[in-house]
């Protein structure tokens, strides 16, 4: 089954104690992204991948990092969370690049930092 | 810098009923827009896409609308089901490939 899997769907963790979000799509898509969706401010690009090792700020990309070493996988990695990244996550992948397919997202990753 | 706004942000109406949700833009140098519904505590599931060459879409009961030029897109529903009942949203994906920017959504509720 096509999909894009992001794991762990729900996290508590404590400030400042480094985390990972895996994102893993089996479509062999290029593009891929992370979005973080918040009440009142809607769905927010964090960052984005439009192939291996290549990757892009959106518009909120403080305070996190990524990595596309390879074109299935594309982790978050909050390095130092904080609690105003407590969020709903979203990963996304498209076949070609987001300008020319549609976009493919996960069931999404509940993160609550303490 | 790009904004989406989607009118209304939640709608209310009897089942079987037509209606159109909007959602406009504010830059017009995009490449695509997309429709997305979202049922709570779900992931987002693509509805339509719309090049910016093209100016409609359909899926079944569902149509989307693309003006470029003056910044619009509307999704029409027809014939409204209980089961269309979720948040739709529109985002568009800009000409600086890659990036995208999503309207706040259109909560939708059809009652039976």
């Known amino acids: 089954e096509a999909q894009v899997t992001q794991n762990p769907r729900y996290l508590i963790t404590v400030t400042g104690k480094k985390l990972t979000v895996t994102c893993s799509q089996n479509?062999?898509?290029?593009?891929m992204s992370w979005y973080r969706q918040d009440p009142g401010l809607g769905l927010r690009q964090i960052y984005y991948s439009m192939n291996v090792e290549v990757t892009d700020k959106g518009d909120v990309p403080e305070g996190y990092k990524v990595s596309r070493k390879e074109k299935r996988n594309f982790p978050l990695i909050l390095e130092s969370p904080s609690p105003n990244q407590t969020s709903l996550y979203f990963c996304?992948?498209?076949?070609?690049?987001?300008?020319?397919?549609?976009?493919?997202f996960g069931e999404g990753s509940r993160l609550t930092v303490l | 810098k790009q904004e989406v706004t989607q009118i209304p942000a939640a709608l209310s109406v009897p089942e079987g009923e037509n209606l159109v949700l909007n959602c406009s833009f504010t830059?017009?140098?995009?490449?695509?827009l997309q429709w997305f519904r979202q049922d709570p505590g779900k992931g987002l599931t693509s509805l339509l896409l719309i090049q910016s060459s093209q100016r409609e879409q359909t899926s079944g009961r569902l149509n989307a609308s693309l003006d470029k030029s003056s910044g619009r897109s509307t999704l029409y529903i027809a014939a409204s089901q209980p089961g269309d009942s979720a948040t739709y949203l529109c985002?568009?994906?800009?000409?600086?490939?890659?990036?995208?920017?999503f309207g706040d959504g259109t909560t939708l509720t059809v009652k039976p």
């Open positions: 479509m062999n898509h290029e593009y």
């Open positions: 996304a992948s498209s076949l070609t690049g987001a300008y020319t397919g549609e976009l493919f």
């Open positions: 830059d017009s140098a995009i490449y695509n």
């Open positions: 985002a568009v994906f800009n000409t600086n490939a890659g990036k995208s920017t």
